[in-house]
């Protein structure tokens, strides 16, 4: 398999230049002085398109053909054969797109996200109107160019989520507004069953530190192959298999920021931290999805880091580091204050109940704009009607309503989704392993997690990038993706927490 191994040195020149990008970036967060933003930027842009015209060029195309047609001998399950589709399937993505129309994204696009910053400072939605137009009619290339059989959706989604439909993801959305809309009015009419406000006391930060970090290294975060440092964004990145990190913020009056955040973040570091041995270093090792991803890090912030047996565990400890913010409060209260549901305007704070609107609104408003159902005129009314609808809110401006995000002024359209899928599949990955382990809830209230994470590493994070999201999920669970799982997980929570 003399081309194989060729193309699989180019891969692998292709990986590290990447990943070489992604050490800039990770610097560039949390460590470079603003001066070095216009020569960060610059290196980054030499370095992605270094490895944008390795993976491109004619060469390696060929060498993927040839290899594809001497893979017939190989075992489907092979990492020879994985690395072919993963391939083809980038491969594809990367060279359908004409240059031109990815410089004439990028160009508007930077010019967009000016005009967004300063529409959304003076809630002037009619300033950032004409952009929207243009990273839409830009969008709809995009999508013509990738290709799509049914919905011009799905030639956007299959670029974070590799197969799924939006059909199915339409779907699934139907059911959970057809569950959780009603959940949200009851639990709306049971609000004083839990009270956040001792959240908002004073945590002193360097306990914070020590308590998030703690928790990190006790799920099985392993700083030998990590860190954990202070963004504005929490992110998790990766340099390889034996270097992931992961970042976080911390807020004296708010401790869920820190503390789910290091959660959450441990949970996307610890998939990619457990690439196996024979795919480490290589194209296959990491995340397969965003949606698998995200599968990963709700799974240990929300079933693990969000229920009652974690807390059984680790409330003493934070009771004994915080002990004047906690003074006058028991575990149960605790427990119903980190799980409190209150619809907001702003997805980035909303709980395990309302999480799922903000992102349907999205994608139904996205898919009306691009399906020409809906004009960007008339798309903050709808905006705030469907807030009103499935949340009971109405946002009092465009600043809190559709001008609330960054991302369709940078042409990030398709990808909301993926957070939603997320929770869907965390639920039945997490019900599976207590199905094998039925120990595991009983441990995690000892504070032990090495059966659950021995669990999702033989499981999940072995296979990198090797199975698409779809076909993981089903081997692993033996089903489709569904909504029931989910909504049975948030009946039984929210229906004990607040008596529905
Ligand atoms: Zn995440």
């Known amino acids: 398999m003399e081309p194989l191994n060729t193309l699989k040195q180019r891969l692998n020149e292709v990986h590290n230049l990447k990943l070489s990008a992604a050490v800039l970036g990770w610097d560039q967060q949390v460590n470079m002085p603003p001066g070095g933003a216009i020569y960060r930027a610059a290196q980054l842009e030499t370095l992605s398109r270094l490895s944008h015209e390795l993976f491109t060029a004619e060469e390696t195309g060929r060498l993927l053909e040839t290899a594809e047609t001497q893979s017939a001998e190989l075992d489907y399950d092979s990492d020879d054969a994985a690395l072919l589709r993963v391939v083809r399937h980038d491969y594809d993505l990367a060279t359908r797109l ?26 002037d939605y009619a300033a950032f109107k004409p952009w929207l137009s243009q990273v839409l009619d830009l969008t709809l290339q995009v999508a013509e160019a990738l290709g799509y ?28 507004k057809a569950v959780q809309i009603p959940m949200i009015r009851a639990i709306a009419s049971q609000r004083d069953r839990a009270d956040g406000s001792v959240l908002r006391r004073e945590y002193d930060l360097e306990k914070q530190k020590q308590f998030s970090r703690q928790v990190a ?45 290091t959660i959450h973040e441990s949970g996307h570091a610890m998939y990619e931290q457990g690439s196996g041995p024979s795919i480490a270093g290589t194209i296959l ?19 693990v880091g969000r229920s009652r047996a974690f807390w059984q565990h680790y409330y003493p400890t934070l009771r004994a580091l915080f002990p004047e913010a906690l003074t006058d409060t ?47 005129d008339d798309a903050p009314d709808a905006w705030n009607a469907k807030y009103e609808q499935y949340l009971g809110i109405t946002p009092p401006n465009n600043r809190l309503g559709i001008l609330q995000d960054v991302h369709w002024s940078g042409g990030a359209i398709g990808y909301f989704p993926t957070y939603s899928l997320g929770n869907l599949m965390s639920v039945p990955f997490f019900n599976k392993a207590v199905e094998a382990h039925p120990d595991i809830p009983a441990e995690i209230a000892r504070g032990e997690f090495g059966t659950l994470l021995g669990w999702l590493q033989e499981n999940i994070y072995r296979h990198g990038r090797k199975y698409m999201p779809a076909e993981l999920f089903e081997r692993v669970t033996g089903e489709p993706i569904s909504a029931q799982p989910y909504l049975a997980y948030l009946g039984q929570k929210y229906g004990e927490l607040y008596d529905l």
Do not use: C
Not at 237 to 248: A, K, L, Q, V
Not at 343 to 357: F, G, H, K, Q
């Open 98 to 123: 004409p240059t031109p129309l990815v410089a004439e994204l990028t160009r508007v696009t930077s010019l967009a996200y000016e005009a967004w910053a300063t529409a959304r400072a003076n809630d």
């Open 149 to 176: 059989q049914d919905r011009i959706y799905d030639a956007l989604i299959d670029q974070f989520e590799p197969g799924m439909k939006t059909a199915v993801v339409a779907r699934l959305f139907e059911e959970l």
């Open 217 to 261: 290294e006790q799920i099985g975060y392993d700083f030998t192959r990590g860190r954990l440092d202070v963004s504005v964004h929490p992110f998790t990145t990766g340099f390889g298999t034996g270097d992931i990190r992961i970042t976080t913020r911390y807020e004296a009056n708010w401790l869920p920021s820190a503390l789910f955040g």
């Open 285 to 303: 090792e990491g995340g397969t999805s965003l949606g698998i991803h995200e599968s990963q890090s709700r799974l240990w912030e929300n079933l």
């Open 330 to 376: 028991d575990q149960d209260s605790f427990y119903r204050a980190i799980n409190r549901v209150e619809p907001s305007l702003i997805r980035v704070e909303a709980d395990e109940v309302t999480y799922n609107m903000h992102i349907i609104i999205r994608f139904e408003i996205e898919n009306d704009l691009l399906e020409g159902r809906l004009s960007v």
